[in-house]
T-cell receptor, first 115, second 113 residues
């Protein structure tokens, strides 16, 4: 499978727990982007990472949210002490080159439900 | 305030009809992209338009980039049920210097057999 792989597809967490969302980009892609989509809303940018570096995290809440893209392994979006408002679909995308002029390949998303 | 406004927000048409959806902004873009998203899946890139006034065709889909590079349209000829989905335009506005894509509000299209 040459696409972006996200897991889990569905994640249920109780308020106060931690959520870890994983994303394996297309092989050879070194640029990873995370987006959040609320019901009936568009995609909102959260963070842009390259291998081992956070390039732009302007869309990510300052507290409870963090992201990483280690040298080896998938990119991880971590949400600590989840609240009901964190319930959303989280999408990861990758691209082969830097810059928004190049198309992104998206994964199928992780649907987080906080109960 | 949305950077990219799409209209209409919802569109329901009969199979075989033609339709046009719009993506507008007050900002200038070096390129705009169109994606289609189906329920439960991530967006899939349809096309990237890069030159002001450019027209690109993808089978029954025609994409146009405005001369001023601030807007784009998507025209579908003889719509089919398989065209049903959420159509999203996306781009990075020049003025922000951002390198990440901003997405429009989306047009949710339903084609009735």
């Amino acid at each position: 499978n040459a696409g972006v792989m996200q897991n889990p597809r569905h994640l249920v967490r109780r308020r106060g727990q931690e959520a870890r969302l994983r994303c394996s980009p297309v092989k050879g892609h070194s640029h990873v982007y995370w987006y959040r989509q609320l019901p009936e809303e568009g995609l909102k940018f959260m963070v842009y990472l390259q291998k081992e570096n956070i390039i732009d995290e302007s869309g990510m809440p300052k507290e409870r949210f963090s992201a990483e893209f280690p040298k080896e392994g998938p990119s991880i979006l971590r949400i600590q002490q989840v609240v009901r408002g964190d319930s959303a679909a989280y999408f990861c995308a990758s691209s082969p080159r830097h810059g928004a002029d190049y198309g992104y390949t998206f994964g199928s998303g992780t649907r987080l439900t906080v109960v | 305030t949305q950077l990219l406004e799409q209209s209409p927000q919802f569109l329901s048409i009969q199979e075989g009809e033609n339709l046009t959806v719009y993506c507008n902004s007050s900002s200038v873009f070096s390129s705009l992209q169109w994606y289609r998203q189906e329920p439960g899946e991530g967006p899939v890139l349809l096309v990237t338009v890069v030159t002001g006034g450019e027209v690109k065709k993808l089978k029954r889909l025609t994409f146009q980039f405005g001369d001023a590079r601030k807007d784009s349209s998507l025209h579908i000829t003889a719509a089919q049920p398989g065209d049903t989905g959420l159509y999203l335009c996306a781009g990075a506005p020049r003025e922000t210097g951002a390198n990440n894509l901003f997405f429009g509000t989306g047009t949710r299209l339903t084609v009735i057999p």
